[in-house]
């Protein structure tokens, strides 16, 4: 360690070298951007002046669309500047400070999902004890319980990586500063911080994944019960879509974060951040929301009243 000196910066190498298809991806990664911000604030605004919306699910919905934004704000404009910039620099506080909330927002969300499904479960399976069961503090304590859980998580990842040496080579092999590829430049004994790292992700992520499963499995044995075709196969398509995101969720954030750096591959890596960091908060508006015929109901009423305004 006196051979090298301490690190003040990172180089963000993100996904190519080439001029030309960092432009292309500039493009690409702007417009996924934009339809994500454009895509839940739509949903945020229409379900905070539609009363009707003002239900449990829309909440829930809400606040997803929330954390869909704050997800994709800690990633995307760095990497939307770092294409287009020649010195592609982050300082080493601000690449973890940019660490945190990301393990905050990935975290936060998987638990809000979680909530989601078992306000499903509830509405499906016991619809008699619904309003009992997901009362307004109920809901108030589920969405806090998640911001907790994900602060919890990220503080407790945060103060372990906080205690590393960074020296020697400062290039980071990815877009953002995630922390499985800022464990590999550490010149310090990393181990404790693996070990943290595995653990909670084991812990926090077993417990959300399972109480959605459980969920789930609930949902669909009722649902099989139906006796309409054409319920069930209503019914199949949207728990289908909502199992498909967040089961991408799910897989490609447990694979990032659990694999042996020994078995890291920098595309794998890439892949998998952009499925949980950038397209997961564009889908989930389109899949939850937008495809819901009472958001299309209230989206057309505002966008009425907007041109009846004008």
């Known amino acids: 360690m006196k051979n090298h000196t301490t690190l003040t910066e990172f180089i963000l190498l993100g996904l190519s070298s ?10 690409v990664f702007l417009v996924i951007y934009l339809i994500t911000l454009g895509g839940n604030i739509v949903i945020m605004v229409v379900i905070r002046a539609d009363s009707h919306l003002h239900t449990p699910m829309y909440f829930f919905l809400f606040h997803l669309s929330f954390v869909d934004i704050c997800y994709s704000s800690v990633t995307v404009p760095n990497a939307l500047r770092n294409f287009l910039a020649v010195h592609k620099t982050i300082s080493v506080n601000g690449c973890i400070a940019q660490m945190f909330f990301i393990l905050l927002s990935g975290a936060a969300e998987s638990f ?17 004890r619904y309003m009992e069961r997901m009362s307004k503090g109920i809901c108030v304590q589920l969405v806090s319980g998640a911001w907790t859980a994900g602060f919890i998580y990220a503080l407790l990842n945060t103060v372990f990586t906080l205690k590393l040496h960074f020296c ?46 459980i969920s789930y499995i609930h949902i669909i044995s009722t649902i099989l019960k139906i006796p309409s075709a054409e319920g069930r196969r209503k019914a199949f398509s949207t728990c289908s879509s909502h199992l498909i995101v967040v089961g991408l969720l799910y897989l490609t954030g447990f694979l990032q974060y659990t694999k042996p ?38 989206l057309r009423k505002m966008l009425g009243k907007i041109k009846f305004l004008k």
Do not use: W
């Not at 920098?266 to 939850?288: A, G």
């Open 261 to 298: 750096s020994s078995v890291s591959s920098v595309v794998l890596d890439e892949i998998f951040s952009i499925q949980y960091s950038v397209l997961t908060p564009m889908l989930n508006p389109i899949v939850y929301s937008l495809k819901n015929k009472e958001v299309k109901t209230a």
């Open 18 to 27: 080439d001029t030309q298809l960092q432009i292309f991806l500039f493009s």
């Open 168 to 213: 020697g080579s400062n290039q980071i092999h990815h877009f953002s500063c995630e922390l499985p590829p800022l464990l590999q430049l550490a010149c310090t004994e990393t181990l404790t911080t693996q070990v943290v790292l595995l653990t909670s992700v084991v812990i926090f992520g077993s417990i959300s994944f399972l109480l959605t499963l």
């Open 112 to 128: 809000i999902l979680s909530a989601m499904a078992y306000d499903r479960y509830a509405a499906i399976c016991d619809p008699l």
